[in-house]
């Protein structure tokens, strides 16, 4: 079976590509023992107005692909 986080590069491999067009992207920074991952915005995304909206499409794409995640941070 696949680690939580392997699922959750899965997941986000699947948006990179969406993240890509616009210059950025996403990495994992931790998940905690309660289950929240941190995510850290690179290139574009760190300044992009729209991250909030963003974030909340990662949020509920890497939930539903792993239940495990009970909430997403981005910075």
Excluded: F, H
């Amino acid at each position: 079976m696949n680690s939580v986080l392997d699922r959750v590069e899965q997941a986000l491999d699947g948006l990179r590509p969406y993240l890509a067009t616009d210059g950025g992207n996403v990495r994992v920074a931790e998940i905690t023992p309660e289950g929240v991952l941190k995510l850290e915005w690179e290139g574009a995304c760190g300044a992009c107005p729209m991250s909030p909206m963003t974030r909340a499409g990662l949020e509920d794409t890497v939930r539903r692909a792993v239940p495990e995640i009970t909430a997403v941070e981005a910075k």
